[in-house]
């Protein structure tokens, strides 16, 4: 299974951007990248996916490097609220049962 | 809609003990998974199922069983639970596509004394 590699931790101010990165430098042509997080006590929530482009959503933005083998989940302007743990995950499109957790990043969000 | 439901919330049990988690999805998903996380870890991966009536080994099957005999719920059985065995454990489905996301239950808090 392709794997990824995120920071521990980050920290971040409120109102601010935040740039989360996750190197995959494994992965396949039919890989999609997967973002969730982690809020203290809860289920992990699904944040975004892609597979090439750039996408958007409400939560969050996914810049995906032209080769693939990095994506940075961006939050446009860090609340109190999004301090939680972010996983980045790869899905396979040909065995895609396969979902592997990391420790993913925990993102301190400070006032 | 209420998504994906586990029961119980919280259980303690002893050493030798059995007991079954369900997981319940109302999304028509192919595929359940339950995953367990240890304090300060990531989420590791016991049994999932790519559809009823068949199940399969995750990263950490050892002292678990699954069933889906239905293709709404996801059965975890503890035949005798172990102090090793606690942990929070986590059911999520998705469907059966590589672009679609896990949804996730809010957990079930396992103590084993």
């Known amino acids: 299974d392709a794997k990824t590699t995120q920071p521990n931790s980050m920290e971040s101010n409120e109102e601010e951007p935040v740039h989360l990165p996750c190197n995959h430098s494994t992965i396949s042509g039919t890989d999609y990248i997967h973002w969730y997080r982690q809020l203290p006590s809860q289920g992990p929530e699904y944040v975004i996916h892609?597979?090439?482009s750039n996408v958007n959503n409400r939560m969050a933005s996914l810049a995906i490097a032209e080769d693939r083998k990095s994506s940075t989940l961006i939050l446009h302007r860090a609340t109190l609220r999004d301090a939680a743990v972010y996983y980045c995950i790869l899905r396979s499109g040909g065995s895609n049962y396969k979902l592997t957790f990391g420790k993913g990043t925990l993102l301190t969000v400070n006032p | 809609n209420a998504g994906v439901t586990q029961t119980p919330k919280f259980r303690v049990l002893k050493t030798g003990q059995s007991m079954t988690l369900l997981c319940a999805q109302d999304m028509n998903h192919e595929y359940m998974y339950w995953y367990r996380q240890d304090p300060g870890m990531g989420l590791r991966l016991i049994h999932y199922s790519v559809g009823e009536g068949t199940t399969a080994k995750g990263e950490v099957p050892d002292g678990y069983n699954v069933s889906r005999l239905k293709k709404q719920n996801f059965l975890l059985g503890l035949e005798s639970a172990a102090p090793s065995q606690t942990s929070v454990y986590f059911c999520?489905?998705?469907?059966?596509?590589?672009?679609?996301?896990?949804?996730f239950g809010n957990g079930t808090r396992l103590t084993v004394t």
């Open positions: 892609g597979l090439t």
């Open positions: 999520a489905s998705s469907y059966n596509r590589p672009g679609s996301p896990l949804h």
